[in-house]
């Protein structure tokens, strides 16, 4: 997950490949949920690994729930059997509306039958998001619930017992939120000693998220009995009943932004996404009619989906959306690039959601230039030629942040495609936390459009440490070209060849097999990087790099790494020979007697002793053989900022460095 403050998104050209999404929120949280309160354990397969399902463990855990994790990943959630396993307690559940508001109906239920004092609160938008309908039908049955700030709103205390009147129809509010009427179908199971009947008020809205909850609820031995979408009943005697082992799908609201890519850039080869299909109990599937309706070409199977451009432009439509409000909102986004106005109506549950989405999807498209009417429930978004570069602020909207990177895919529909900023990108770990990954994995951009920023300079200069802190600040890549050239000299001395044989060298470079993860670096499967930063790979990596041929065969290897969303290379001759083109070049030194004393102090801390006037004078040598040597030698490029460290804390280089890139980026933050 990108934990930095924002992430630019490069302007991006086609998408293809294969995306295995992450379980669905709406499954998982009615699973555990639903297994929680069971008797017995319910092995869960392919649960969503989120925020919002870590809300839902917790408070199970606290409730008297087990949790066990096992090495498959498969998690058994051993229940409580309906009775409670503490008296009193504090739940936090974030945002996530199915675990406050089921949780809340739950919990009502079983405080009203045991006693107990439990408080449910959320984070701050939480208690902006309604609960007064759930809490209105619960006070009816006989819950003491009293709202702790604004009345209607969490957090929540819940205290009992007290008396339940099960006997009248409970009468819900469905017209603000289905989860309210979730919430109850899911909770009085636990007391239907008789029939219970619920009783929907106003039109249902989102009404294919019952669906899912009447699915799962039968899945747990729980027959409810429907009548259209205004009356339910729970028959008497229900008890849940784990069935033992229970799938989660993939999120159909999460395959929207995989669906809404496919449509824009698939134009070779589809994007095929795993985890949904045709066979999903998921409302959001039919995400996919609204894609096909806007032009793309889709075959799907029981449990994935093919999705490859269609028409192009994409064709605006006019849609109501009430089935679909999640996944809603990347039309708004593929909307853009459209042949004509996007019209998306009976939508205002968009209001009381993460934030108030119908203003902030209004307000974030319109900084891209783009024309937009907003109503009360509805919104209309006009396709956009002239793109302008965006920080799309996301409001703690897992939503926001996801649609809006299809807008990084302008460059299709504009001769000056732009980046796209998304603020805070680690909101998505709502109900995808590696969203931009996966993404990341999916897209290609043009070379060109992919920023560089090229740190070179003398050996222990501090590159490597500057490099990783800017390329960590902005969610880039980072290249260690010195560990390439290392890599080779120990794969060509281990070989036993001649390190002054610039052909041979280059013969085993070319052949290295190289992988490079989670900061170690490993060659043929094995860990060479403790290998890599002995001084003497430092010596034979200066040796091989004399050679041109050495160094056109690490050269394609270099540019590889040039990949979406950007790139920090370090070495000597980044800014010069390999990336010409970068769009900041730093040239960084320090005097020598400083890079001696800290790399004194780094072998000192390793317990390797060393004499700082021999470690000075070697890299004095290393200096001149880097700056004298005839191929790609050690020197500035014309356009590099110079930036002395000698007297800095790494902290201020980053600062500097962090600064004149921001300076080189096309970005307003406006607010
Ligand atoms: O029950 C559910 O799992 C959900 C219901 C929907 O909310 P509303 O019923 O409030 O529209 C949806 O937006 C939410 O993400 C998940
Ligand atoms: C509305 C959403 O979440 P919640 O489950 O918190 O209601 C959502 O995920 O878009």
Redesign the pocket.
């Known amino acids: 997950m990108y934990k930095i403050p924002f992430l630019d998104l490069p302007p991006l050209r086609a998408a293809a490949g294969t995306v295995r999404l992450p379980g669905s929120?709406?499954i998982s949280?009615?699973v555990l949920l639903l297994a929680g309160l069971s008797e017995g354990t319910t092995a869960v397969h392919d649960l969503l690994d989120s925020d919002d399902t870590a809300v839902m463990l917790a408070a199970l855990k606290t409730l008297g729930g087990q949790i066990e994790a096992q090495a498959d990943g498969v998690l058994n959630v051993t229940g409580i059997g309906g009775k409670l396993g503490t008296q009193a307690a504090q739940l936090f559940l974030g945002n996530a509306?199915?675990a406050m508001r089921p949780l809340a109906a739950a919990l009502a239920l079983l405080t009203a039958t045991q006693g107990g004092s439990f408080e449910l609160s959320g984070v701050p938008r939480m208690h902006e998001r309604p609960i007064g309908d759930l809490v209105d039908a619960l006070r009816a049955l006989g819950c003491e619930i009293a709202c702790l700030g604004n009345e209607g709103y969490p957090p929540l205390k819940l205290t009992g017992p007290s008396a339940l009147k099960l006997d009248a129809p409970v009468k819900v509010r469905g017209d603000?939120?289905?989860?309210f009427l979730?919430a109850l179908l899911m909770a009085l199971p636990l007391v239907a000693t008789d029939d219970v009947q619920i009783e929907v008020v106003g039109e249902l809205?989102?009404k294919p998220?019952i669906q899912?909850?009447l699915t799962l609820l039968e899945r747990f031995g729980i027959a409810v009995k429907r009548d259209g979408w205004e009356r339910f009943t729970i028959p008497a005697g229900s008890r849940y009943r784990s069935p033992g082992a229970v799938h989660v799908e993939g999120d159909a609201?999460s395959a929207s932004y995989f669906v809404g890519l496919g449509a824009i850039a698939a134009v070779d080869q589809p994007v095929r996404i795993e985890g949904v299909g045709s066979e999903s109990m998921q409302g959001d599937v039919r995400f996919v009619e609204a894609a096909q309706q806007m032009g793309a070409e889709v075959k799907s199977g029981p449990n994935w989906l093919e999705v490859r451009r269609g028409a192009w432009p994409l064709k605006g439509i006019t849609l109501d959306c009430n089935h679909i409000?999640?996944a809603a909102m990347t039309l708004a986004v593929m909307a853009l690039y459209a042949d004509g106005p996007t019209t998306l109506t009976n939508i205002a549950?968009w209001r009381?959601?993460e934030t108030d989405r119908l203003s902030a999807m209004a307000t974030e498209l319109r900084k891209l230039g783009a024309t937009v009417d907003e109503g009360p429930d509805w919104l209309r978004v006009q396709p956009l030629q002239d793109w302008k570069p965006a920080s799309i602020h996301t409001y703690d909207d897992h939503r926001i942040a996801m649609c809006f990177s299809l807008a990084a895919f302008n460059g299709l529909v504009t001769e000056h495609p732009v980046p796209v900023r998304i603020e805070d990108p680690a909101c998505v770990a709502k109900t995808f936390p590696e969203y931009f990954e996966t993404l990341f994995d999916t897209v290609s951009a043009s070379v060109s459009d992919i920023p560089v920023i090229t740190i070179d300079g003398p050996t222990a200069s501090g590159k490597g440490t500057l490099a990783d802190e800017i390329a960590h600040k902005l969610g880039y890549a980072v290249l260690d070209s010195g560990a390439l050239y290392r890599a080779a000299g120990l794969a060509a001395s281990r070989a036993g060849i001649d390190l002054d044989d610039g052909k041979e060298v280059a013969a085993v470079a070319r052949a290295l097999d190289l992988r490079f993860a989670q900061g170690r670096v490993y060659l043929a499967g094995e860990d060479i990087s403790d290998a890599l930063r002995l001084e003497t790979s430092g010596q034979n990596a200066s040796r091989v790099a004399a050679h041109p041929p050495v160094r056109r065969a690490l050269n394609q290897l270099q540019l590889d790494f040039r990949r979406a969303p950007g790139l920090v290379a370090d070495g000597r001759d980044m800014g010069t020979d390999v990336f010409p083109d970068a769009g900041l070049k730093v040239f960084l030194t320090a005097s020598a007697a400083t890079r001696a004393e800290r790399r004194h102090k780094q072998l000192i801390a390793k317990g390797i002793s060393a004499n700082i006037e021999s470690l000075r004078a070697d890299l004095e040598a290393r200096d001149a053989r880097d700056k004298n040597r005839s191929a790609s030698p050690l020197h500035p490029a014309q356009d590099a900022l110079m930036l002395d460290n000698s007297a800095q804390t790494i902290e201020e280089s980053v600062e500097l460095v962090l600064d004149w890139w921001a300076r080189r980026r096309p970005f307003k933050v406006s607010r």
């Open positions: 929120k709406s949280n009615r509306g199915t603000v939120s289905s989860q979730t809205i989102s998220y899912i909850t609201s409000p999640d549950s009381v959601k």
